[in-house]
């Protein structure tokens, strides 16, 4: 980083921790105006100034900015019931959704996967992190950073369109795993399914199911070898899974 743009982000950070909060504010609209990217750590922090309207022009400073990173900290911010503070993080987020992709429609929720019975919770979450991988590669797409957990009902509405979006929550589940002897060789199978849910109203609008299967011929594979293939088969049955819910998103009409 050049000398000046470093003396101007630590000036600029200093000025954030003044006594008056019409400093603070200066400095933290003056951040996004023009861009001070290594300033945002400092306007991170400045999301809990005692002032509120620092703290809503620290929001939308960081939506200014584009920081990604600062979506979490965003959304913590939802929680407070005075409008300037709302309104300003709505603005934010909505800023870093047309930061990180103009076309983004959608904002999705992963929930917790599920497991027929017999099947261990750390096949669910690879399941589960393939379906979003192979998700993110979607510019419609725009994953949740916990906007669901801190509003509910009417003001998660607002909230949604405030930015533009509508909300959906993928609901996965492994519905079968089977590794089984077959002739001179081991078999294995997986399907999933992943239920689509409107997130405001709870409605679910479309189901999606993926399936991998494979062969080895051999019997008596190794722990590594057996896990190696459970994962790829994991892995292949999410994705299909994926490209469903991608084209039904892509294909869906209105909120």
């Known amino acids: 980083m050049p000398a000046a743009a470093e003396d101007t982000a630590e000036k600029l950070a200093t000025y954030l921790k003044d006594p008056s909060y019409k400093v603070r504010l200066k400095a933290a609209i003056t951040i ?11 306007l991170r922090g400045a999301l809990s100034d005692d002032d509120d309207t620092v703290r809503a022009a620290a929001a ?7 920081d990604q ?3 979490g900290a965003l959304v913590t911010q939802l929680s407070d019931a005075k409008p300037l503070i709302f309104k300003a993080t709505t603005k934010a987020l909505w800023l870093l959704d047309r930061a990180k992709g103009p076309a983004a429609r959608y904002l999705v929720v992963v929930e917790e996967p599920a497991m027929a019975r017999g099947i261990a919770a750390s096949r669910g979450k690879r399941m589960a992190r393939s379906l979003k991988r192979k998700l993110e590669r979607s510019p419609i797409v725009i994953f949740s950073a916990g906007e669901q957990n801190v509003l509910q009902g009417a003001r998660l509405a ?8 509508t909300g959906m929550g993928l609901r996965p589940k492994i519905v079968k795993l089977d590794t089984r002897a077959s002739g001179g060789g081991t078999s294995f199978e997986c399907k999933v399914s992943v239920m689509v849910v409107a997130l405001v109203k709870n409605r ?10 494979a062969e080895v011929e051999e019997t008596g594979l190794d722990p590594d070898t057996m896990d190696d293939v459970i994962a790829q088969i994991l892995d292949a049955s999410a994705e299909a899974a994926a490209d469903e819910v991608a084209g039904f ?6 909120p």
């Open 204 to 213: 679910m609008e479309f189901a999606a199911a993926g399936e991998a299967n």
């Open 249 to 254: 998103l892509a294909r869906r009409q209105g």
């Open 69 to 71: 990173a600062s979506r």
């Open 60 to 66: 939308y400073s960081l939506g200014q900015l584009g």
């Open 158 to 165: 607002s909230h949604l369109k405030g930015r533009k979006l």
């Open 32 to 42: 996004g105006k023009l861009k001070v990217t290594d300033a945002a750590p400092a």
